[in-house]
């Protein structure tokens, strides 16, 4: 008579042999995402670390938790007791930090403005045919809108992507670069944004890996080095944004709801600016005053979109802005780069007020597009 013992371990073994048999196929291998398709690093790391044996936890590691807890309690006490003061005092403090450097704002406005029509921070308007002849605007417009969600995917700030963008604008107006080095060039300037822009910079490889590992390390740092050189390490210019947040002030109003909106689709078309190499021609700041027209008009379309006080704060007159209002208005319509789908899809979610899905009207009332009379 057989052991009972052994007849349970070969029922086991089986069973197990059948369920293997029985069992469906290992799923295949995911392929490597190409230059618009972006790998979402998150759910890799959630899976290794789920499956990661636990490391014994130290002293010094639980002292160190135990601060940051009580770090992060005063954060959030800190936080709870602002968010408690009313809102007329927080706007009493707004009011008083705006009014203390209201002296320096026209200093500051008027270096900016000086800053922005350096030739050596502008690039050429007609780069793409007098200078480049394997790349065109298309290509130009693809590589911006996956420097999109590049950014995106980095959790990097807006900054950092519009200093970029304006690098390779200003690198391509010296620089034959062929097709296959766009991309390299686009990681790079990116790469020196964010070293100058950020506080905590990815590490190298990340830009390798989004870049699917079509360029190594040493060919990101060759460029990047080609880049600082051009530039004369001179990597501060004044962009669409930094413009753009400071028209912002200046035409809020009291109801915070549409003002919100307002901001947001701002932000929005400006993001759009990027796509277009045609805007290049405009200064950073013709393309923010333009976007803030855009925006109230799309907001409140029955209304004048612009009047007195922005004229005066902007320093801009309607006539000024004609051409980029409509050029942007083109984007913004969808008539230009409706291909490119990373900065609609981005701003139609609901952090953003999905203002990227809301309609504005085909046309400008010619009415609008004429200068004010005092």
Not at 25 to 54: M, Q, Y
Not at 86 to 111: E, F, K, L, M, N
Request: net charge positive; proline share 5%.
């Amino acid at each position: 008579m057989e052991p009972r013992g052994r007849r349970r371990r070969q029922q086991g073994a089986a069973e197990g042999k059948e369920n293997s048999d029985s069992a469906p196929p290992p799923p295949p291998k995911r392929p490597r995402r190409a230059l618009a398709e972006l790998p979402t690093d998150s759910t890799a790391n959630n899976a290794s670390a789920a499956g990661a044996p636990s490391k014994r936890r130290t002293r010094a590691a639980a002292r160190e938790a135990a601060a940051a807890a009580v770090e992060e309690e005063a954060r959030r006490r800190e936080g709870s007791a602002i968010a408690a003061r009313p809102a007329a005092s927080r706007q009493t403090d707004a009011g008083a930090a705006q009014a203390s450097v209201g002296p320096y704002v026209p200093d500051i406005d008027g270096y900016l403005r000086s800053l922005e029509v350096e030739q050596l921070r502008r690039p050429r308007d007609d780069y793409m045919e007098a200078i480049q002849k394997d790349i065109n605007a298309t290509m130009r417009g693809i590589l911006v809108d996956w420097l999109v969600d590049v950014v995106d995917e980095f959790k990097l700030l807006a900054d950092t992507l519009y200093l970029a963008v304006s690098y390779i604008d200003r690198f391509l107006t010296a620089s034959v670069v062929t097709r296959d080095k766009l991309q390299l060039l686009g990681v790079a300037s990116l790469f020196v944004a964010a070293k100058y822009e950020e506080i905590h910079v990815p590490k190298m490889d990340k830009f390798c890996d989004i870049t699917d590992g079509t360029y190594t390390d040493q060919q990101v740092v060759k460029m990047e080095a080609d880049i600082l050189k051009y530039l004369n390490f001179q990597m501060g210019s004044p962009t669409v944004r930094t413009f753009l947040l400071r028209f912002l002030i200046s035409s809020r109003g009291s109801n915070c709801a549409s003002a919100k909106r307002m901001e947001l689709m701002c932000i929005y078309l400006a993001e759009l600016s990027l796509l277009d190499y045609d805007c290049i021609r405009f200064l950073p700041s013709v393309i923010a005053a333009a976007c803030l027209f855009l925006a109230r008009f799309t907001v409140s379309p029955m209304t004048h979109p612009w009047d007195l006080t922005l004229q005066e704060n902007t320093g801009y007159k309607v006539s000024n802005l004609k051409s980029c209002i409509l050029r942007i208005h083109e984007l913004q319509l969808g008539r230009q780069y409706l291909n490119l789908k990373a900065i609609r899809s981005k701003y139609n979610e609901r952090k953003f007020g999905c203002v990227s899905m809301m309609a504005s009207p085909e046309e400008i009332p010619a009415s609008f597009l004429e200068d004010l009379n005092k």
